[in-house]
């Protein structure tokens, strides 16, 4: 079974930076989604960004405004998430998902119902 660990959660100062991890353990596939989601208290699930491990295409979403770049190294069977410019918006727990499933649409990929595996999450807390 596929198993997801986050690590790089912290509090910082509004405008600051922090890059979360997401390795991954288990039979995986050559070529998956990945996704980061957040969510605060009081808020919904949303998609933060995905990226596909085949070719490293990526996602993102509309909030991001360039803030974020999701990233992957095969090698270490891990994703990253590196975020700057935060601010206290940004404060929620952050979680990685994976679809080992081989097909997908590309409209689907904030959609927490098509992933099959997920992370215990990380806490991000941004200060003003």
Not at 11 to 39: D, E, I, K
Not at 81 to 107: F, G, H, V
């Amino acid at each position: 079974e596929v198993q997801l660990v986050e690590s790089g959660g912290g509090s910082v100062q509004a405008g600051g930076s922090l890059r979360l991890s997401c390795a991954a353990s288990g039979y995986t596939y050559s070529s998956n989604l990945m996704c980061w989601f957040r969510q605060a208290p009081g808020k919904e699930r949303e998609g933060v960004a995905a990226i596909y491990t085949g070719t490293g295409l990526t996602y993102y979403a509309d909030f991001v405004n360039g803030r974020f770049t999701i990233s992957r190294d095969r090698a270490k069977n891990t994703v990253y998430l590196e975020m700057n410019s935060l601010t206290p918006e940004d404060t929620a727990t952050y979680s990685c998902a994976a679809r080992t499933s081989q097909t997908w649409l590309i409209k689907s990929w904030p959609l927490a119902g098509i992933y099959d595996t997920w992370g215990q999450g990380t806490q991000v807390t941004v200060s003003s």
